[in-house]
């Protein structure tokens, strides 16, 4: 990531949230992921990761249901992420939670979020693994 932040290139890196960002440089632009209960792998956030944001960093939530919503805005609003970082994204799982639901909810608890779908299932289909 230095060589790369060297060479003059923006460099972005996406975690899947359950290891430590504190080696990496300042000025790489993290999403950190964090894991809700709906993945099965909610025990295995690095939750000091939350702390160790920028302003140019994003938290990203893949959302499956209702109870995954009320975790992350629980996680949103006690950690303030919108002070934190330049984004907080909720994304809902392909299939199982339509966006217009999850818009419903963001609006109506006036989250500071952004609703994002996974592209690369509406690109490449749902079934495609790998991209």
């Known amino acids: 990531m230095d060589r790369l932040l060297a060479s003059g290139v923006t460099v972005l890196l ?11 440089p300042s000025a790489v632009i993290k999403v950190v992921d964090v894991k809700c209960p709906g993945s099965g792998e909610c ?5 000091d990761n939350l702390s160790r944001l920028e302003t140019h960093d994003q938290v990203k939530f893949v959302l499956a249901d ?4 009320e975790f992350a805005r629980g996680v949103v609003q006690q950690h303030q992420l919108e002070k934190q970082c330049s ?20 609006l109506a608890d006036h989250l500071p979020v952004r ?17």
């Open 14 to 24: 996406e975690t899947g949230g359950h290891l430590s960002i504190a080696r990496v």
């Open 115 to 131: 609703l994002q779908v996974q592209l690369h299932k509406y690109v490449w289909g749902a079934e495609t693994r790998g991209v």
């Open 87 to 106: 984004s907080v994204l909720f994304s809902p799982v392909h299939g199982l939670l339509p966006p217009a639901k999850l818009a419903e909810w963001v």
């Open 66 to 69: 209702r109870v995954d919503y």
């Open 43 to 47: 025990n295995r956030n690095a939750w």
